[in-house]
């Protein structure tokens, strides 16, 4: 890719937060998007989580100093992004969906944006807030969350040509096949769990009767 198409690939998601219906219409036809900044856009909103939580004022925050644990965060955000991308293709597709994984995942994660600039701004407006004026920071966090929706139902219903009402049904049962993926790897982890206990109860036993005893 040259340098102009890597231009325009950094601009989509700022485009797209004002324009999305165009966005979408344009990398549907000409296939323009761009995995490199969906994948800056993913990091940038794991660091906006990551900063809310350590750094936002304490006025503000019940967090305890030193409790973060990066890797639940990254569990709550990339890893929950992830799942959504590849639930929503695999739900889309059966719905005769338009839009392929590359540009689902590029769509979504551009929707990104204004959440992460809405954690980021809450952050900072805790330290120049009163606690009376906390509800402007509670704002900023939420309008980023709200925008970040719209542009997911926007984009969503404009990429695959779908209905409001079959768009809304789709992203229910992206959520539905999310919340199923999460259910299958807490299982399949209590099961490794299970069968790693066992073999290394069945080891120690083998070992000390046969080798120590």
Same mark, same amino acid.
């Given at each position: 890719?040259?340098?102009?198409?890597?231009?325009?690939?950094?601009?989509?998601? *700022?485009? $797209?937060?004002?324009?999305?219906?165009?966005?979408?219409?344009?990398?549907?036809?000409?296939?323009?998007?761009?995995?490199?900044?969906?994948?800056?856009?993913?990091?940038?909103? #794991?660091? !906006?989580?990551?900063?809310?939580?350590?750094?936002? =004022?304490?006025?503000? !925050? $019940?967090?305890?100093?030193? &409790?973060?644990? /990066? %890797? *639940?965060?990254?569990?709550?955000?990339?890893?929950?992004?992830?799942?959504?991308?590849? &639930?929503?293709?695999?739900? !889309?597709?059966?719905?005769?969906?338009?839009?392929?994984?590359?540009?689902?995942?590029?769509? !979504?994660?551009?929707?990104?944006?204004?959440?992460?600039?809405?954690?980021?701004?809450?952050?900072?407006?805790?330290? /120049?807030? =009163?606690?009376?004026?906390?509800?402007?920071?509670?704002?900023?966090?939420?309008?980023?969350?709200?925008?970040?929706?719209?542009?997911?139902?926007?984009?969503?219903?404009?990429?695959?040509?779908?209905?409001?009402?079959?768009?809304?049904?789709? *992203?229910? *049962?992206?959520?539905?096949?999310?919340?199923? $993926?999460?259910?299958?790897?807490?299982?399949?982890? =209590?099961?490794?769990?299970? /069968?790693?206990? #066992?073999?290394?109860?069945?080891?120690?036993?083998?070992? %000390?009767?046969?080798?120590?005893?």
């Amino acid at each position: 890719m040259n340098i102009a198409a890597h231009l325009r690939g950094g601009t989509q998601p *700022l485009r $797209m937060a004002v324009h999305p219906i165009t966005l979408t219409d344009e990398i549907r036809d000409k296939r323009s998007h761009s995995f490199w900044t969906g994948l800056v856009l993913l990091v940038v909103y #794991f660091l !906006s989580a990551v900063v809310s939580y350590q750094y936002t =004022s304490r006025n503000f !925050s $019940m967090n305890k100093p030193g &409790s973060l644990n /990066v %890797f *639940l965060v990254f569990l709550q955000t990339v890893f929950v992004v992830l799942l959504f991308v590849l &639930s929503n293709w695999c739900v !889309s597709t059966l719905f005769a969906g338009r839009g392929t994984l590359g540009q689902i995942w590029a769509l !979504s994660t551009y929707a990104l944006l204004p959440a992460a600039a809405g954690s980021f701004a809450a952050t900072l407006l805790s330290y /120049v807030l =009163s606690a009376q004026e906390g509800v402007f920071v509670t704002w900023a966090e939420a309008a980023g969350i709200i925008w970040t929706a719209i542009l997911l139902f926007v984009t969503q219903m404009t990429l695959h040509e779908f209905s409001f009402g079959k768009t809304l049904g789709v *992203l229910l *049962l992206t959520l539905a096949g999310v919340i199923i $993926m999460i259910f299958l790897l807490l299982l399949f982890c =209590s099961l490794m769990q299970e /069968v790693y206990g #066992f073999g290394s109860t069945l080891y120690y036993e083998i070992y %000390f009767r046969w080798f120590v005893g």
